[in-house]
């Protein structure tokens, strides 16, 4: 795994769902942008996105999905970065209030949700990508 850079990203971990995350360290992970937060004018811009491995199927979650949150400081929004989008993201991790949240991380968008809908072969390759088909 490299950054936009180019340059290699050390001690990544790879990890195939949220919920099997572990507490803190580095990974790299992904999943379904289910919402996002905006700051509001009078706020410090903090630009946050909750990330769960799957959208909810028709009818909704029978279950609490399990979450992790994304946090950019000094942010007020993220270029593509929106509900809908799949998303993957490389940094490190902590527990914030018994929630997973990763700070200011590296990111890949993988399709929009527009783009899954119209092309399942998009769907299908952003599963095998988020499973486990990057490199390290």
Not at 22 to 28: A, C, E, I, L, Q
Not at 53 to 58: E, H, R, S, V
Not at 74 to 80: I, S
């Amino acid at each position: 795994m490299t950054t936009g850079a180019g340059q290699q990203l050390e001690g990544v971990r790879q990890c195939l769902r949220i919920e099997d995350l572990p507490s803190r360290g580095r990974v790299t992970t992904g999943g379904f942008i289910e919402y996002v937060r905006y700051p509001a004018a009078n706020q410090v811009p903090e630009f946050s996105a909750s990330i769960v491995d799957g959208p909810a199927g028709p009818g909704g979650r029978r279950a609490p999905a399990v979450r992790m949150m994304v946090v950019w400081h000094g942010q007020r929004t993220v270029p593509g970065v929106e509900q809908g989008v799949w998303l993957r993201v490389v940094g490190a991790i902590s527990q914030e209030k018994g929630i997973t949240t990763m700070y200011d991380p590296n990111y890949e968008i993988l399709a929009s949700k527009r783009e899954l809908q119209d092309n399942p072969t998009i769907k299908r390759q952003v599963k095998s990508h988020l499973d486990g088909k990057a490199t390290k």
